[in-house]
């Protein structure tokens, strides 16, 4: 299967996005793709947010649109149906690893211990969401887990902000991070789409692409 790290290698950031209204799915999506950052991902975390996934899958095919914290196997045929070409969990069980895998479209497990990352690599998983990454270690620890778990590669997410995303950028278990600095409440309040497309063209300058990573 591709590895979501395939989807659009040269995108350094992931925006984690929590829409409230459907009706800004279109234009948030589309600054965030204009500013370099197309891979979205919409989490299920408000009652808008399949809706907003729906809107942009069928409004913005430049986006390649995901659906982040799932949570179960319902949440998982509930995001696909709606258009979610990626999947992302902040932790994993056997039952959800196992929508995730039929689902057919990439996924990403969350994980915060080295057992979960042995785990994985045990059902052939080497993709993973590392969540919360500064709460769980940061570079530091993914760092540690390059040398004895070298197969692995990870997309840190929890508290990563424009600072730190750089260092782990160079990790080289990583192959992207997730984020929400480019999309700051007052600016979403505000509809200021021109402002997220700027905070976008940042983030999406973090990392040139490396090719073999």
Same mark, same amino acid.
């Given at each position: 299967m591709t590895s979501m790290f395939d989807l659009a290698p040269e995108a350094p950031v992931v925006p984690v996005v929590v829409i409230e209204d459907a009706a800004d799915a279109v234009p948030l999506a589309r600054a965030l793709v204009a500013g370099g950052l197309p891979l979205i991902e919409v989490t299920l975390r408000t009652p808008a947010a399949l809706d907003a996934l729906r809107a942009i899958a069928? @409004?913005?095919p430049e986006a390649v649109v995901g659906a982040g914290t799932v949570v179960s196997a319902a949440g998982v045929a509930d995001a696909v149906g709606a258009g979610a070409r990626f999947l992302v969990s902040p932790g994993w069980t056997g039952r959800l690893l196992g929508a995730m895998r039929e689902s057919g479209v990439p996924f990403l497990p969350g994980v915060s211990t080295v057992s979960e990352v042995v785990a994985l690599l045990e059902q052939g998983v080497d993709a993973m969401k590392f969540f919360p990454a500064e709460?769980? @270690?940061g570079v530091p620890y993914l760092k540690s887990l390059a040398g004895p778990l070298?197969?692995?590669r990870f997309c840190p997410t929890g508290g990563v902000s424009l600072s730190s995303a750089p260092?782990?950028?160079?990790?080289?278990?990583?192959?992207?991070v997730g984020g929400t600095w480019m999309l700051p409440p007052d600016a979403l309040a505000a509809r200021d789409w021109a402002r997220v497309e700027s905070l976008a063209r940042g983030a999406a300058a973090l990392r040139a692409p490396v090719s073999g990573r």
């Open positions: 069928d @409004g913005v709460a769980a @270690g070298p197969q692995a260092a782990y950028l160079a990790l080289p278990n990583v192959g992207c």
